[in-house]
């Protein structure tokens, strides 16, 4: 709060109130202080800030969505308040923007790892609906949301098809529902979660690992698109997979490879196509596959 008023010599007293006089034969500016219940002379020591305020209240007038905000802070307002005998200024957010917080409240249910923050606006209101493709998944997501509410146990998805063909934002538009029923859901981008997991040995591995490994619901996506190790496969994979498969918690992947190929792609040499083929076993006893051959969507 600024200090003013009687402890400044009376020239800068004039000055002070010379400008908010002249702000006041604007007409908006002359609306906005009359709601304020101060006095003139109080008034007179926050022109420049009253100034600004009454800007922004302009804009707030004139506007009908968060997206046609053109204050400073996108859905804020530069407010003033009453303190004692002056005034107190601070960014309020709008009713706009307080009803799109409570629309997008359910996000705090769901973690992402390495993926487009995006993916939490996903929703199956915006699914494309005109592939024919898309509709056994939606209609087995429908079943899934039903049954999991009942606490019944199903399956995830294992699903495979070509890059860009929504693959991540599906299974995300599921979670999304889910979460607003505040059911919390994990999605890991899998070639980076190895990455990151390899380069928090000693600090928070445990924690990241034991935190995917138990999530109600899980996505790994991109499964296949990683450089496979033993150590991916027999230390990281395989035990999140063993765990989730014991506990019964619904795991869904995306790839770009079947599950052959995903196979193939998991045995490094001859000798561990055993070991590749439990880890494609334990896909299956968690998932069903389900292809998505549709155009690309990225841009
Ligand atoms: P994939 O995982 O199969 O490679 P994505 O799920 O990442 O494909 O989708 C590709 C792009 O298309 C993304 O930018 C995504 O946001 C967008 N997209 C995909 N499906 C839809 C959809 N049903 N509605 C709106 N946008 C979509
Ligand atoms: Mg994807």
Redesign the pocket.
Known sequence: MIQVGKTLPKENQIKLKQAYMDACSDKDFREYVEKIDLSDEALQNYTTRLEEAKEEYVHCRNCSSIEECKNLLKGHVLSSKIEGKGLNFSYEACPYYKSQEKKYAYQHNITCFDL?K??KK?SFK???KDDKN?LPIIKYFKEFIDSYEKGERKKGIY?H??????????I??LFNELAKKEVSSVLVYYPELLRSLKASFGSDYDEKYEFIKKAPLLLL??IGAENTTAWSRDEVLGPILQYRMDEHLPTFF?S?LTMDELENNLSITNYDKVKAKRIIERINQLSIPMA?I?K????
């Open positions: 487009p995006e993916i996903a915006d699914v494309y898309r699903l098809g070509s890059f860009g063909s929504g693959k991540t934002y599906l995300a538009a996506d991109d995306t770009n998505l549709s690309n969507r990225r841009n």
